[in-house]
């Protein structure tokens, strides 16, 4: 839960990056709104404020699962701005996750050294179902990575903290839609 200090944060995602209106999302879903990763995750203003929020979490999860973290990782597009500023704030190197491999130079789906056993968390921006953020894990658990938790800047509160759970991470979110004054 976002505490006082990150609610004016919580206000200031909304205020550029809500959007009102028929919206379909990745998950196929049609929604009366839509969270606008990129008019977040292109502030400066903005990712300088996320970039502690996140350090604090990876550091309760840490806790929590009795881990520490070797590496961020964040999928594209949208994830890459994030892990970045989490990562000059923590000092942890990031790993940026493809869509797919890309079929020149070294095909690689991700960029960034990843030694078999490091324990990653993966940073996504608006999780919905978690598809994408979990398409991402095996991605990086295809290259020998142990990714043990998915942070998310905003839950839609639509299934992803379940399914990402499921799938046997831990799951955790800055925000959820409620605290960006989303109540549909």
Do not use: H, W
């Not at 190197?93 to 990653?120: H, L, W």
């Amino acid at each position: 839960m976002p505490t006082a200090a990150t609610s004016p944060l919580a206000r200031q995602i909304a205020d550029v990056a809500l959007l009102r209106g028929s919206f379909t999302l990745r998950s196929g879903r049609t929604s009366s709104y839509y969270l606008d990763k990129y008019l977040f995750s292109t502030r400066p203003e903005l990712l300088r404020q996320l970039a502690p929020l996140f350090a604090q979490r990876l550091r309760t999860v840490e806790t929590r699962l009795g881990v520490t973290f070797a590496r961020l990782a964040g999928a594209e597009l949208g994830g890459i701005p994030l892990v970045t500023a989490a990562s000059l704030e923590t000092g942890l190197p990031c790993i940026f996750v493809r869509n797919k491999k890309k079929d020149y130079g070294t095909a690689k789906q991700s960029e960034g050294a990843i030694n078999p056993g490091d324990i990653v968390a993966l940073l996504e921006d608006v999780a919905t179902t978690g598809g994408q953020a979990l398409e991402a894990v095996a991605s990086l658990r295809e290259a020998g990575a142990d990714v043990r938790a998915v942070i998310a800047t905003i839950d839609r509160l639509e299934g992803a903290r379940e399914n990402v759970e499921k799938a046997g991470l831990a799951f955790e979110a800055l925000f959820t839609k409620r605290d960006l004054g989303v109540d549909e």
